[in-house]
């Protein structure tokens, strides 16, 4: 158990529609990042958050979106999906300058 | 374009023969981690490799970061069905932590019993 947590670990959606993924740090934590895992492009990284703020952009759609709460659990928005969306959703956390623990991953199918 | 260029991509071994997975790139990294991931999980960091030429080893996993920096190999020594899994590589340009991070697609190894 790496400690990061990800709800949920199943979706399936139409096209069109939006949906939010969650992430919960591991305790003390400050850095969240998220990353798109696909058979054909491998792991994406998206965006790491750091205390609250955006700290790094990577491969994120407009359509996507993320924030990071005073709590420091994480959510992930994603909208207007497309059939080429599906894929897992992977959050990580990490301490300054520390490994990065993985969550379990969401997995999004969109029909 | 994939900057770190993993291979094979796919693997399948019997138990006990030994093994080997590159990761390559055109670029110079700070550091370069290797990752392990089992289906329904997310990666787990086996180790960080940080200076040219640098080996560790991990129980039968060897692994050595190429003197300039640019690639890496992971040997694995008398495999076993334990070892199947997703390994990727992932450089960094700064630090060894987890900031920056990029991914090659991974080699998928299966150790067949």
């Known amino acids: 158990d790496s400690g990061v947590t990800q709800t949920p670990k199943h979706l399936i959606t139409a096209t069109g529609q939006r949906v939010t993924l969650r992430c919960s740090p591991r305790?003390?934590?400050?850095?969240v990042y998220w990353y798109q895992q696909s058979l054909d492009q491998g792991l994406q990284f998206l965006i790491q958050?750091?205390?609250?703020?955006?700290?790094a952009k990577g491969n994120i759609l407009e359509r996507f979106s993320a924030q990071q709460f005073p709590d420091l659990h994480s959510e992930l928005n994603l909208s207007s999906l497309e059939l080429g969306d599906s894929a897992l959703y992977f959050c990580?956390?990490?301490?300054?300058?520390?490994?990065?623990?993985f969550g379990q991953g969401t997995r999004l199918t969109v029909v | 374009t994939q900057l770190l260029e993993q291979s094979p991509q796919f693997l399948s071994i019997q138990e006990g023969e030994n093994l080997t997975v590159y990761c390559n790139s055109s670029?110079?990294?700070?550091?370069l981690q290797w990752y392990r991931q089992e289906p329904g999980e997310g990666p787990v960091l086996l180790v960080t490799?940080?200076?040219?030429?640098e080996v560790k080893k991990l129980k039968r996993l060897t692994f050595q970061f190429g003197d300039a920096r640019k690639d890496s190999s992971l040997h694995i020594t008398a495999a076993q069905p334990g070892d199947t899994g997703l390994y990727l590589c992932?450089?960094?340009?700064?630090?060894?932590?987890?900031?920056?991070?990029?991914f090659g697609k991974g080699t998928h190894l299966i150790i067949q019993p």
């Open positions: 670029s110079v990294f700070s550091s």
């Open positions: 992932a450089g960094a340009y700064s630090g060894g932590g987890a900031d920056g991070l990029t």
């Open positions: 305790s003390g934590d400050l850095s």
């Open positions: 490799v940080v200076t040219g030429g």
């Open positions: 990580a956390s990490s301490s300054r300058g520390s490994e990065a623990f």
């Open positions: 958050y750091y205390n609250g703020e955006e700290r």
